[in-house]
Every structure is written in C-alpha cells, then in structure tokens.
Nanobody, 113 residues
Framework: QVQLVESGGGLVQAGGSLRLSCAAS??????MGWYRQAPGKQRELVAT???????NYQDSVKGRFTISRDNAKSTVYLQMNSLKPEDTAAYYC?????????WGQGTQVTVSS
C-alpha cells in the first residue's frame, strides 16, 4: 500500500524559509513532487523531480524553491526561500509509480506580510 507522509509546513513571515519533506513508501516512484492549492484556486504544480534527478519548476518559484530527493529513503524535499504571501497554500506531495498517481494529505504553508 502506497503512503505519502508530509511534514514541515507552518507559518512564516515574508522573506523567510521553510522546508517540506515527504516520505513515500510501498513502491518505487519515477516522479515525485509538490503541488499547491490556495483557497478558491485550482491545484497547481510547484515542482517535480524524476528518479534520475531532472527537475521542473513553476515559473513563479524558480530561483526561490529547490526540490530534491533521496531515492534510498523515497523522500522528496522542497526548500522554500524568500517566501511571499502569494505562496500561501496547502502543499500536497505527489508521486507517480507505474502510471498511477498518489497524493499526500497536504500541509499548510502560510506566509504573513
């Protein structure tokens, strides 16, 4: 059974940093990443990383966020720096395994101005 367990959300002032972690279990994951959803908005991609380390970022977070993964631990990280109020959202861990998509329960990130 696949499980994704997120941690690391919280409240931070604008300009601050947070690090999200997501530990996955139950399979091998070709792609892992993070999506976010703000109130009243659609869920959007933040960043993804393949098993081989290739990354993809939403334009608005490039240069501020860094995604990484530890394949031995099946864990993906999102280092978020220079946070802005518009980064406030629920952040969801994502993982793909054998053409199936899996989601974490979400962790709230709130950036105060």
């Amino acid at each position: 059974q696949v499980q994704l367990v997120e941690s690391g959300g919280g409240l931070v002032q604008a300009g601050g940093s947070l690090r999200l972690s997501c530990a996955a279990s139950g399979s091998i994951f070709s792609i892992m990443g993070w999506y976010r959803q703000a109130p009243g908005k659609q869920r959007e991609l933040v960043a993804t990383i393949t098993f081989g380390g290739s990354t993809n970022y939403q334009d608005s977070v490039k240069g501020r966020f860094t995604i990484s993964r530890d394949n031995a631990k099946s864990t993906v990280y999102l280092q978020m720096n220079s946070l802005k109020p518009e980064d406030t959202a629920a952040y969801y861990c994502y993982a793909r395994s054998f053409s199936r998509d899996y989601w974490g329960q979400g962790t709230q990130v709130t950036v105060s101005s």
